[in-house]
């Protein structure tokens, strides 16, 4: 096919791959939707996982680092406190701090390099700073110049206000005050965050100040974290990307290469699509390329039917045609009446014969549209040959065949699923058929019996038989084969072509048979149609 040379050579070696996705794939059965389904939704979900575990692993390292440092601040905030309480407490029975010794003790006991000391007394003054205490100035770059008159564009991150960070420092040494520990996150003056922690001075139960460890390095921990968050955002996108690229692969191309396999059909450069590499595939993909390869073959099929339906037709019309042609130019020689008459009655019957063709190939052309237009339903196999039996009896006449329904063992319902109207065409048909084969006053004798699920219909009659090797060949479009002294062109050859066409399109068939007798000598023919029985 033409598709398998111009589609096939772009995924050589492709459906190991597309397998082995497929086997990976089928561990997640328990993620609603089909294989390919859980195949996107799995990868989807593996990038977001990662960049999820990530965060949550992180924040949990950043957590547990806050939390190491306000022990760390609040182990040396009760070893300084204590130191003072010891060092630099006086007076009796009154105690209260000795600020100068205080502050040498905080100087010689801080670290200002880690974290920031401060001292307040007992009604919450600022008594010392480490910040006093050290030589160091701080310095910030300063903004690049602007022409005179310039406003700046760029919007200022708006920080907290002096009075708002005095206020909360405020509040966390009031509340040492009343002799409570109090540690927590908060903004300083430079609106960086910081970690802080008051410790009450408490001398038995009197309260005589407050000592306030801050660490400012909460923002370059931060800093560091986001920067470890980085490899699971690469990975997260690295996978997404891989999984896009892997979809793109597995369902868009594979999509595209069938819509112009499609199109290569459809503007008749092949009658099929054939993309066995796509076939071969165990998902979803792999059943589309299988259903549309098989329809498309059904359709291929189905035009060399239309083509050799045609030119069957074609013949068959071609023969009464010349006839009637030969007949109607013969007519005007010849004189004698008798003669004449023989030419006009060789007229009727071509007329008649072309009437039969035209109507069969009719009926033959419809029977598609009409198995497709039609639903399937149940249906009552004896009370329908019951019926066309009893239209049969009602119109025959002395001397003409006629037709008995003998059901085997009594039985006489069968239930199948399928169409009334075709079903009865295939029963008419047959018994058509064995009457025109049984001689005058015969009769022609329809049974009925269920074997194994299967409902079987008989037609029978007393005729001639059908020769050993014409068995199949009957079924044939318009092969016709009479006995001697018929009348010929009575039938056109269709109907037991188009009975067993229908009983193939409701999942049957449709086979021929001779009776024979205990000598072995043919007794007349026996038509077996089989249909899948629908429910009891």
């Given at each position: 096919?033409a598709?398998?040379?111009?589609?096939g050579?772009?995924?050589?070696?492709?459906?190991?791959?597309?397998?082995?996705?497929?086997a990976?794939?089928?561990?997640?059965?328990?993620?609603?939707?089909?294989?390919?389904?859980?195949?996107?939704l799995a990868l989807?979900?593996?990038?977001l996982?990662i960049?999820?575990?990530?965060a949550?692993?992180?924040?949990?390292?950043?957590?547990?680092?806050?939390?190491?440092?306000?022990d760390?601040?609040?182990?040396?905030?009760e070893?300084?406190?204590?130191?003072?309480?010891?060092?630099?407490?006086?007076?009796?029975?009154e105690?209260?701090?000795?600020?100068?010794?205080?502050?040498?003790?905080?100087?010689?006991?801080?670290?200002?390099?880690?974290?920031r000391?401060r001292?307040?007394?007992?009604?919450?003054?600022?008594?010392?700073?480490s910040?006093?205490?050290?030589?160091?100035v701080?310095?910030?770059?300063?903004?690049?110049a602007?022409?005179r008159?310039?406003?700046?564009?760029?919007?200022?991150?708006?920080g907290p206000?002096a009075?708002?960070?005095?206020?909360?420092?405020a509040?966390?040494?009031?509340?040492?005050l009343?002799?409570?520990?109090?540690?927590?996150?908060?903004?300083?003056?430079g609106?960086?965050?910081?970690?802080?922690?008051?410790?009450?001075?408490?001398?038995?139960?009197?309260?005589?100040?407050?000592?306030?460890?801050?660490?400012?390095?909460?923002?370059a921990i931060?800093?560091?974290e986001?920067?470890?968050?980085?490899?699971?955002?690469?990975?997260?996108?690295?996978?997404?990307?891989?999984?896009?690229?892997?979809?793109?692969?597995?369902?868009?191309?594979?999509?595209?290469?069938?819509?112009?396999?499609?199109?290569?059909?459809?503007?008749a450069?092949?009658r099929?699509i054939?993309l066995?590499?796509?076939?071969r595939?165990?998902?979803e993909?792999g059943?589309l390329t299988?259903?549309?390869e098989d329809?498309?073959?059904?359709?291929?099929e189905?035009?060399?039917?239309i083509?050799?339906?045609?030119?069957?037709?074609?013949?068959e019309?071609?023969?009464?045609?010349t006839s009637?042609?030969?007949?109607?130019?013969t007519?005007d020689?010849?004189?004698?009446?008798?003669?004449?008459?023989?030419?006009?009655?060789i007229?009727?019957?071509?007329?008649?014969?072309?009437?039969?063709?035209?109507?069969d190939i009719?009926?033959a052309?419809?029977?598609?549209?009409e198995?497709?237009?039609d639903?399937?339903?149940?249906v009552d196999l004896?009370?329908?040959?019951?019926?066309i039996?009893?239209l049969y009896?009602?119109?025959?006449?002395?001397?003409?065949?006629?037709?008995?329904?003998?059901?085997?063992?009594g039985?006489?319902?069968?239930m199948?699923m399928?169409?009334?109207?075709?079903l009865?065409?295939i029963?008419?048909?047959?018994?058509?058929?064995?009457?025109?084969?049984?001689?005058?006053?015969?009769?022609?004798?329809?049974?009925?019996?269920?074997?194994?699920?299967?409902?079987i219909a008989?037609?029978?009659?007393?005729?001639?038989?059908?020769?050993?090797?014409?068995?199949?060949?009957?079924?044939e479009?318009?092969?016709?084969?009479?006995?001697?002294?018929?009348?010929?062109?009575?039938?056109?050859?269709?109907?037991l072509s188009?009975?067993?066409?229908?009983a193939?399109?409701?999942?049957?068939?449709?086979?021929?048979?001779?009776r024979?007798?205990a000598d072995?000598q043919?007794?007349?023919?026996?038509?077996?149609?089989?249909?899948?029985?629908g429910?009891?």
């Amino acid at each position: 096919m033409a598709s398998a040379t111009d589609t096939g050579r772009a995924e050589t070696g492709r459906p190991g791959r597309v397998q082995a996705l497929a086997a990976a794939a089928s561990r997640f059965r328990w993620l609603p939707g089909s294989r390919l389904g859980r195949l996107i939704l799995a990868l989807n979900l593996l990038g977001l996982a990662i960049l999820v575990g990530g965060a949550l692993v992180l924040n949990e390292l950043r957590q547990g680092l806050v939390n190491a440092r306000i022990d760390s601040l609040t182990t040396q905030g009760e070893l300084i406190a204590s130191i003072l309480d010891q060092a630099a407490t006086v007076g009796e029975p009154e105690p209260q701090m000795d600020t100068v010794l205080a502050t040498e003790l905080l100087q010689t006991l801080s670290n200002p390099a880690a974290q920031r000391a401060r001292l307040f007394d007992s009604h919450g003054r600022l008594v010392a700073d480490s910040d006093w205490m050290v030589d160091r100035v701080e310095s910030k770059a300063l903004p690049a110049a602007r022409a005179r008159g310039e406003r700046d564009l760029m919007p200022r991150r708006a920080g907290p206000s002096a009075r708002d960070v005095r206020r909360a420092l405020a509040l966390e040494v009031g509340e040492a005050l009343l002799g409570r520990h109090v540690a927590g996150k908060r903004q300083s003056d430079g609106g960086e965050r910081v970690v802080s922690v008051s410790i009450p001075i408490q001398h038995v139960r009197a309260v005589l100040g407050v000592v306030t460890l801050e660490a400012n390095d909460v923002d370059a921990i931060i800093a560091s974290e986001r920067k470890a968050l980085i490899p699971f955002i690469l990975i997260a996108i690295a996978v997404t990307l891989a999984s896009s690229l892997l979809l793109n692969n597995l369902v868009a191309q594979p999509v595209l290469r069938l819509a112009r396999a499609a199109d290569r059909v459809r503007q008749a450069r092949s009658r099929a699509i054939s993309l066995p590499d796509l076939a071969r595939r165990d998902d979803e993909v792999g059943d589309l390329t299988r259903s549309l390869e098989d329809m498309t073959h059904a359709l291929s099929e189905r035009m060399d039917a239309i083509e050799s339906f045609a030119a069957d037709v074609a013949h068959e019309i071609k023969n009464p045609l010349t006839s009637l042609r030969s007949a109607v130019e013969t007519l005007d020689l010849v004189q004698d009446p008798a003669a004449r008459d023989r030419l006009l009655g060789i007229l009727k019957n071509d007329i008649q014969r072309l009437d039969r063709l035209v109507t069969d190939i009719s009926n033959a052309s419809r029977l598609d549209a009409e198995l497709s237009r039609d639903q399937p339903k149940l249906v009552d196999l004896g009370r329908l040959i019951g019926d066309i039996v009893s239209l049969y009896q009602a119109t025959t006449r002395a001397g003409d065949v006629r037709v008995a329904f003998v059901p085997h063992g009594g039985m006489a319902a069968a239930m199948v699923m399928g169409r009334e109207g075709p079903l009865g065409q295939i029963l008419r048909n047959l018994i058509d058929n064995a009457r025109s084969f049984s001689p005058p006053g015969d009769v022609v004798t329809v049974g009925l019996l269920r074997v194994k699920g299967e409902a079987i219909a008989t037609v029978s009659d007393n005729g001639p038989g059908i020769p050993p090797e014409n068995l199949e060949t009957v079924f044939e479009r318009f092969y016709t084969s009479r006995p001697k002294g018929a009348a010929f062109g009575g039938n056109s050859g269709l109907g037991l072509s188009i009975a067993r066409q229908i009983a193939e399109a409701h999942g049957g068939g449709l086979r021929a048979e001779n009776r024979t007798g205990a000598d072995g000598q043919v007794l007349g023919a026996l038509f077996i149609l089989t249909l899948p029985e629908g429910l009891p």
